[in-house]
Nanobody, 121 residues
Framework: QVQLVESGGGLVQTGGSLRLSCAAS????????SGWFRQAPGKERRFVAS????????YYADSVKGRFTIFRDNAKNMVYLQMNSLKPEDTAVYYC??????????????WGQGTQVTVSS
């Protein structure tokens, strides 16, 4: 069993930066793909970024390419999302996910509770 806890959300102005963190419990986390999704009010949950267990395979949604960076520290059971040049449309609840395999998807096995990111214009 793997439990995920997100942190680092908050309120930031347009153009600002935030770093989200996801702390995982469980010895198998280092073998799992991990990543981030987000869900804005009234909208479906959408993929943001994914990283495989070694960090050798990384995927981003087109809307965040060049602005967001995902990385992980398996020794600390952590995955991060560095978000730069934030826009109001990035406002959402951000969820951490983990899954056996190469990348996370909407049917990922493990999910965190989410952290709110609000970008003011």
């Amino acid at each position: 069993q793997v439990q995920l806890v997100e942190s680092g959300g908050g309120l930031v102005q347009t153009g600002g930066s935030l770093r989200l963190s996801c702390a995982a419990s469980g010895r198998t986390f280092s073998t799992l793909a991990s990543g981030w999704f987000r869900q804005a009010p009234g909208k479906e949950r959408r993929f943001v970024a994914s990283i495989n267990w070694s960090g050798g395979s990384i995927y981003y949604a087109d809307s965040v390419k060049g602005r967001f960076t995902i990385f992980r520290d398996n020794a600390k059971n952590m995955v991060y999302l560095q978000m730069n040049s934030l826009k109001p449309e990035d406002t959402a609840v951000y969820y951490c996910a983990a899954e056996p395999g190469i990348r996370v998807g909407v049917a990922s096995r493990y999910w965190g509770q989410g952290t709110q990111v609000t970008v003011s214009s």
